[in-house]
Protein backbone atom coordinates (compact mmCIF):
# COMPACT_ATOMS: atom_id res chain seq x y z
CA UNK A 1 0.00 0.00 0.00
CA UNK A 2 1.29 3.43 -0.30
CA UNK A 3 2.80 5.53 2.51
CA UNK A 4 1.90 8.45 3.70
CA UNK A 5 3.60 11.21 6.37
CA UNK A 6 1.38 12.88 8.94
CA UNK A 7 2.22 16.63 8.66
CA UNK A 8 6.13 17.45 8.60
CA UNK A 9 6.46 14.90 12.14
CA UNK A 10 8.56 12.39 10.00
CA UNK A 11 6.20 9.85 11.25
CA UNK A 12 5.04 7.51 7.85
CA UNK A 13 1.88 5.05 7.82
CA UNK A 14 0.05 3.15 5.40
CA UNK A 15 -2.20 5.42 3.59
CA UNK A 16 -4.90 4.02 5.50
CA UNK A 17 -4.77 2.57 9.05
CA UNK A 18 -7.67 0.41 10.56
CA UNK A 19 -9.78 1.19 13.67
CA UNK A 20 -9.65 -1.64 16.01
CA UNK A 21 -12.31 -0.67 18.06
CA UNK A 22 -15.13 -2.34 16.52
CA UNK A 23 -13.33 -5.99 17.33
CA UNK A 24 -14.73 -4.93 20.87
CA UNK A 25 -17.03 -2.32 21.40
CA UNK A 26 -20.06 -0.88 20.38
CA UNK A 27 -20.91 -2.33 16.80
CA UNK A 28 -21.64 -6.01 17.69
CA UNK A 29 -21.39 -8.86 16.94
CA UNK A 30 -17.77 -9.22 18.15
CA UNK A 31 -15.73 -11.79 16.78
CA UNK A 32 -13.95 -14.56 18.62
CA UNK A 33 -10.84 -13.51 20.00
CA UNK A 34 -8.29 -15.46 17.61
CA UNK A 35 -10.49 -14.64 15.03
CA UNK A 36 -9.92 -10.95 15.67
CA UNK A 37 -6.20 -11.92 16.08
CA UNK A 38 -6.18 -13.59 12.73
CA UNK A 39 -7.93 -11.00 11.00
CA UNK A 40 -5.28 -7.90 12.46
CA UNK A 41 -2.18 -9.83 11.10
CA UNK A 42 -4.11 -10.32 7.57
CA UNK A 43 -4.65 -6.67 7.41
CA UNK A 44 -0.93 -6.17 7.65
CA UNK A 45 -0.21 -8.60 4.82
CA UNK A 46 -2.61 -6.30 3.10
CA UNK A 47 -0.57 -3.62 3.70
CA UNK A 48 -1.80 -1.92 6.73
CA UNK A 49 0.48 -0.55 8.75
CA UNK A 50 -1.21 1.81 11.49
CA UNK A 51 -3.20 0.45 14.09
CA UNK A 52 -5.69 2.49 16.24
CA UNK A 53 -7.21 1.57 19.96
CA UNK A 54 -7.40 3.01 23.13
CA UNK A 55 -7.18 2.54 26.90
CA UNK A 56 -10.98 2.88 26.92
CA UNK A 57 -12.34 0.56 24.29
CA UNK A 58 -13.84 -2.11 26.09
CA UNK A 59 -11.92 -1.00 29.88
CA UNK A 60 -8.39 -2.00 28.70
CA UNK A 61 -9.74 -5.21 26.66
CA UNK A 62 -9.20 -3.89 23.29
CA UNK A 63 -5.55 -3.05 23.82
CA UNK A 64 -4.90 -6.27 24.98
CA UNK A 65 -6.22 -7.84 21.39
CA UNK A 66 -4.33 -5.57 19.81
CA UNK A 67 -0.68 -5.94 21.81
CA UNK A 68 -0.93 -9.85 21.17
CA UNK A 69 -2.26 -9.76 17.45
CA UNK A 70 0.90 -7.31 16.76
CA UNK A 71 3.49 -8.49 19.34
CA UNK A 72 5.00 -10.65 16.43
CA UNK A 73 5.11 -7.93 13.90
CA UNK A 74 5.74 -4.79 16.07
CA UNK A 75 8.57 -3.88 14.06
CA UNK A 76 6.80 -3.76 10.88
CA UNK A 77 3.44 -1.72 12.54
CA UNK A 78 2.79 1.90 14.26
CA UNK A 79 0.70 1.91 17.21
CA UNK A 80 -1.55 4.40 18.12
CA UNK A 81 -3.90 4.50 21.83
CA UNK A 82 -5.34 6.93 23.85
CA UNK A 83 -4.80 7.92 27.21
CA UNK A 84 -7.54 10.72 28.70
CA UNK A 85 -9.96 9.51 31.56
CA UNK A 86 -8.96 7.99 35.28
CA UNK A 87 -8.68 4.33 34.76
CA UNK A 88 -8.80 3.52 38.23
CA UNK A 89 -12.15 3.85 39.22
CA UNK A 90 -12.25 0.61 37.05
CA UNK A 91 -13.92 -2.65 39.03
CA UNK A 92 -12.06 -5.55 37.83
CA UNK A 93 -14.58 -7.99 39.93
CA UNK A 94 -16.95 -7.81 37.55
CA UNK A 95 -18.45 -4.95 36.84
CA UNK A 96 -17.30 -1.21 35.58
CA UNK A 97 -17.95 1.98 37.02
CA UNK A 98 -17.93 5.32 35.53
CA UNK A 99 -14.60 6.52 34.18
CA UNK A 100 -14.17 10.37 34.28
CA UNK A 101 -11.84 12.43 31.51
CA UNK A 102 -8.84 13.54 33.45
CA UNK A 103 -5.84 15.18 32.04
CA UNK A 104 -3.70 15.51 34.93
CA UNK A 105 0.04 14.02 34.62
CA UNK A 106 -0.05 11.41 37.12
CA UNK A 107 -2.87 10.02 35.37
CA UNK A 108 -1.13 10.41 32.23
CA UNK A 109 2.12 8.67 34.10
CA UNK A 110 -0.49 5.63 35.33
CA UNK A 111 -2.26 4.91 31.54
CA UNK A 112 1.16 4.94 29.49
CA UNK A 113 2.61 2.83 31.59
CA UNK A 114 -0.51 0.46 31.73
CA UNK A 115 -0.89 0.89 27.60
CA UNK A 116 3.18 -0.27 27.65
CA UNK A 117 1.91 -3.79 29.48
CA UNK A 118 -1.49 -4.30 27.52
CA UNK A 119 0.46 -3.46 23.97
CA UNK A 120 3.26 -5.60 24.82
CA UNK A 121 5.94 -3.24 23.62
CA UNK A 122 8.44 -0.58 25.02
CA UNK A 123 7.04 2.60 22.92
CA UNK A 124 3.63 4.24 21.83
CA UNK A 125 4.39 5.37 18.48
CA UNK A 126 1.26 7.72 18.57
CA UNK A 127 -0.24 8.74 22.04
CA UNK A 128 -3.12 10.71 21.38
CA UNK A 129 -5.51 12.56 23.98
CA UNK A 130 -8.81 10.98 23.90
CA UNK A 131 -10.70 13.86 24.63
CA UNK A 132 -9.71 17.22 26.27
CA UNK A 133 -10.13 17.72 30.19
CA UNK A 134 -11.70 20.92 30.06
CA UNK A 135 -10.11 21.01 34.00
CA UNK A 136 -6.09 20.49 33.30
CA UNK A 137 -4.61 23.09 31.18
CA UNK A 138 -3.84 21.48 27.77
CA UNK A 139 -0.08 22.72 28.79
CA UNK A 140 0.17 20.80 31.39
CA UNK A 141 -1.21 17.94 29.16
CA UNK A 142 1.69 18.64 26.65
CA UNK A 143 4.74 19.52 29.06
CA UNK A 144 3.57 15.68 30.17
CA UNK A 145 3.88 13.95 26.94
CA UNK A 146 7.59 16.01 26.19
CA UNK A 147 8.61 13.98 29.05
CA UNK A 148 7.32 10.79 28.22
CA UNK A 149 8.94 11.54 24.74
CA UNK A 150 11.97 12.04 26.29
CA UNK A 151 12.14 9.03 27.90
CA UNK A 152 11.41 7.28 24.98
CA UNK A 153 8.08 5.68 25.93
CA UNK A 154 6.21 8.09 23.65
CA UNK A 155 7.42 9.20 20.05
CA UNK A 156 4.89 11.08 18.87
CA UNK A 157 1.72 12.62 20.44
CA UNK A 158 -1.63 13.55 19.18
CA UNK A 159 -5.25 15.37 20.33
CA UNK A 160 -8.44 13.74 19.61
CA UNK A 161 -11.56 15.69 19.09
CA UNK A 162 -9.66 18.95 19.82
CA UNK A 163 -10.30 22.65 18.78
CA UNK A 164 -7.94 24.61 16.34
CA UNK A 165 -7.24 26.83 19.49
CA UNK A 166 -6.42 24.02 21.82
CA UNK A 167 -4.07 22.53 19.10
CA UNK A 168 -2.34 25.23 18.53
CA UNK A 169 -1.89 25.71 22.76
CA UNK A 170 -0.53 22.33 22.43
CA UNK A 171 1.27 22.62 19.79
CA UNK A 172 3.32 25.71 20.67
CA UNK A 173 4.37 24.01 24.32
CA UNK A 174 5.25 20.07 22.75
CA UNK A 175 4.86 19.69 19.06
CA UNK A 176 1.74 17.44 17.89
CA UNK A 177 1.82 15.21 15.12
CA UNK A 178 -1.59 14.62 14.53
CA UNK A 179 -5.12 15.43 15.33
CA UNK A 180 -8.11 13.01 14.93
CA UNK A 181 -11.27 13.80 14.87
CA UNK A 182 -14.53 12.50 12.73
CA UNK A 183 -14.63 13.51 9.00
CA UNK A 184 -16.30 11.88 6.27
CA UNK A 185 -18.19 13.07 3.27
CA UNK A 186 -21.07 13.25 5.73
CA UNK A 187 -19.28 14.92 8.76
CA UNK A 188 -17.59 17.90 7.51
CA UNK A 189 -17.06 19.88 9.96
CA UNK A 190 -13.02 20.02 10.83
CA UNK A 191 -12.74 21.35 7.28
CA UNK A 192 -14.07 25.11 8.76
CA UNK A 193 -11.33 25.49 11.18
CA UNK A 194 -9.09 22.64 12.47
CA UNK A 195 -8.02 21.63 8.82
CA UNK A 196 -6.46 24.93 7.80
CA UNK A 197 -4.78 24.86 11.62
CA UNK A 198 -2.90 21.57 10.90
CA UNK A 199 -2.09 22.41 7.61
CA UNK A 200 -0.62 25.84 8.80
CA UNK A 201 1.36 23.98 11.56
CA UNK A 202 2.20 20.94 9.66
CA UNK A 203 0.54 18.77 12.03
CA UNK A 204 -1.31 14.97 10.32
CA UNK A 205 -5.06 14.31 10.68
CA UNK A 206 -6.90 11.34 11.27
CA UNK A 207 -10.25 10.90 10.75
CA UNK A 208 -11.89 8.27 12.48
CA UNK A 209 -15.09 7.54 10.96
CA UNK A 210 -14.55 8.04 7.76
CA UNK A 211 -17.55 5.80 6.79
CA UNK A 212 -19.69 7.15 8.50
CA UNK A 213 -19.93 4.41 10.85
CA UNK A 214 -21.10 2.09 8.07
CA UNK A 215 -23.52 4.74 6.68
CA UNK A 216 -21.52 5.42 3.58
CA UNK A 217 -20.85 1.69 2.71
CA UNK A 218 -24.51 1.34 1.41
CA UNK A 219 -25.56 -1.30 3.82
CA UNK A 220 -28.35 1.04 5.31
CA UNK A 221 -31.59 2.46 4.18
CA UNK A 222 -34.51 4.17 4.72
CA UNK A 223 -36.04 1.15 7.21
CA UNK A 224 -32.96 0.08 8.51
CA UNK A 225 -32.86 0.34 13.00
CA UNK A 226 -30.57 -0.92 15.06
CA UNK A 227 -30.69 -3.17 17.85
CA UNK A 228 -29.98 -1.14 21.76
CA UNK A 229 -26.54 -2.67 21.69
CA UNK A 230 -25.44 -0.53 18.94
CA UNK A 231 -23.74 2.45 19.40
CA UNK A 232 -26.01 3.71 16.34
CA UNK A 233 -29.07 3.20 18.26
CA UNK A 234 -28.11 6.13 20.49
CA UNK A 235 -26.96 8.53 17.91
CA UNK A 236 -29.41 11.17 16.29
CA UNK A 237 -28.84 11.07 12.83
CA UNK A 238 -29.17 7.12 12.64
CA UNK A 239 -33.11 7.38 14.43
CA UNK A 240 -35.96 6.11 12.24
CA UNK A 241 -36.90 9.29 11.12
CA UNK A 242 -33.59 11.24 10.02
CA UNK A 243 -32.43 7.85 8.45
CA UNK A 244 -35.65 9.23 6.24
CA UNK A 245 -33.60 12.19 4.83
CA UNK A 246 -29.83 10.79 5.38
CA UNK A 247 -30.07 8.14 3.23
CA UNK A 248 -29.60 10.69 -0.25
CA UNK A 249 -26.29 11.33 0.70
CA UNK A 250 -25.79 7.00 0.28
CA UNK A 251 -27.84 7.23 -2.96
CA UNK A 252 -25.14 9.81 -4.17
CA UNK A 253 -22.10 7.84 -2.99
CA UNK A 254 -23.50 4.91 -4.62
CA UNK A 255 -23.70 6.59 -8.22
CA UNK A 256 -20.69 7.80 -7.88
CA UNK A 257 -19.33 3.91 -7.54
CA UNK A 258 -21.17 2.90 -10.00
CA UNK A 259 -19.64 5.30 -12.25
CA UNK A 260 -15.96 4.81 -11.07
CA UNK A 261 -16.37 1.39 -11.44
CA UNK A 262 -15.68 1.08 -7.67
CA UNK A 263 -17.25 0.23 -3.77
CA UNK A 264 -19.27 3.22 -1.75
CA UNK A 265 -16.55 2.68 0.69
CA UNK A 266 -14.08 3.33 -1.67
CA UNK A 267 -15.66 6.44 -2.73
CA UNK A 268 -15.79 7.54 0.81
CA UNK A 269 -12.40 6.85 1.48
CA UNK A 270 -11.07 7.90 -1.75
CA UNK A 271 -12.26 11.36 -0.95
CA UNK A 272 -10.78 11.95 2.11
CA UNK A 273 -6.95 10.99 0.76
CA UNK A 274 -8.05 13.09 -2.27
CA UNK A 275 -8.65 16.41 0.19
CA UNK A 276 -5.36 16.48 1.78
CA UNK A 277 -1.41 14.77 1.11
CA UNK A 278 -0.97 14.62 4.96
CA UNK A 279 -4.88 12.81 5.66
CA UNK A 280 -4.83 9.08 6.85
CA UNK A 281 -8.41 7.26 7.93
CA UNK A 282 -8.69 4.96 9.84
CA UNK A 283 -12.06 2.82 8.46
CA UNK A 284 -12.86 -0.08 11.14
CA UNK A 285 -13.91 -3.18 9.91
CA UNK A 286 -13.88 -7.05 11.61
CA UNK A 287 -13.72 -8.96 8.42
CA UNK A 288 -10.65 -8.91 6.34
CA UNK A 289 -12.54 -9.14 3.20
CA UNK A 290 -13.61 -5.32 3.72
CA UNK A 291 -10.38 -4.54 5.02
CA UNK A 292 -8.97 -5.33 1.70
CA UNK A 293 -11.88 -3.37 -0.09
CA UNK A 294 -10.75 -0.41 2.07
CA UNK A 295 -7.37 -0.79 1.53
CA UNK A 296 -8.07 -0.66 -2.04
CA UNK A 297 -9.23 2.85 -1.49
CA UNK A 298 -5.88 3.79 -2.06
CA UNK A 299 -5.45 3.23 -5.54
CA UNK A 300 -8.92 5.58 -6.31
CA UNK A 301 -8.25 8.77 -7.95
CA UNK A 302 -10.60 11.70 -8.67
CA UNK A 303 -9.54 14.43 -11.23
CA UNK A 304 -10.09 17.86 -9.65
CA UNK A 305 -13.65 18.19 -12.32
CA UNK A 306 -14.57 14.93 -10.54
CA UNK A 307 -13.94 16.22 -6.70
CA UNK A 308 -15.56 19.60 -7.80
CA UNK A 309 -18.65 18.13 -9.13
CA UNK A 310 -19.16 15.87 -5.77
CA UNK A 311 -18.41 18.52 -3.56
CA UNK A 312 -21.33 20.26 -5.11
CA UNK A 313 -23.64 17.70 -4.77
CA UNK A 314 -22.79 17.24 -1.15
CA UNK A 315 -23.11 21.02 -0.53
CA UNK A 316 -26.81 19.90 -1.90
CA UNK A 317 -27.78 17.37 0.34
CA UNK A 318 -28.47 18.28 4.12
CA UNK A 319 -27.68 15.89 6.72
CA UNK A 320 -30.11 15.87 9.58
CA UNK A 321 -29.71 14.87 13.40
CA UNK A 322 -26.07 15.21 15.89
CA UNK A 323 -23.60 13.00 15.38
CA UNK A 324 -22.94 11.92 18.70
CA UNK A 325 -26.10 11.70 21.58
CA UNK A 326 -25.98 15.23 23.82
CA UNK A 327 -24.21 13.86 26.56
CA UNK A 328 -21.22 12.89 24.28
CA UNK A 329 -21.56 15.91 22.20
CA UNK A 330 -20.24 18.04 25.23
CA UNK A 331 -17.07 16.12 25.41
CA UNK A 332 -16.11 17.22 21.92
CA UNK A 333 -14.20 19.98 21.24
CA UNK A 334 -14.91 21.05 17.56
Known amino acids: MKQRLLGRSGLRVSALGLGCMGFTQSYPPYPEKRDAIATIRRAVEAGITFFDTAEVYSMFRNEELVGEALEPLRDEVVIATKFGYDMSRVNFEGSERPVELSGKPAVIRRAVEGSLKRLRTDHIDLYYQHRVDPHTPIEEVAAALAELIREGKVLHWGLSEASAATVRRAHAVCPVTAVQS??????????????????????????????????????????????????????????????????????????????????????????????????VPIPGSKRIERIRENAAAADLTFTPEELREMRARLEAIPIVGARYPEEQEKLTGL
Open 182 to 279: EYSLWYRKPEQDLLPTLEELGIGFVPFSPLGKAMLTGRFNRSTTFSNDDFRSTIPRFSRQNMQQNVALVECVQQWAERKRATPAQIALAWLLAQKAWI
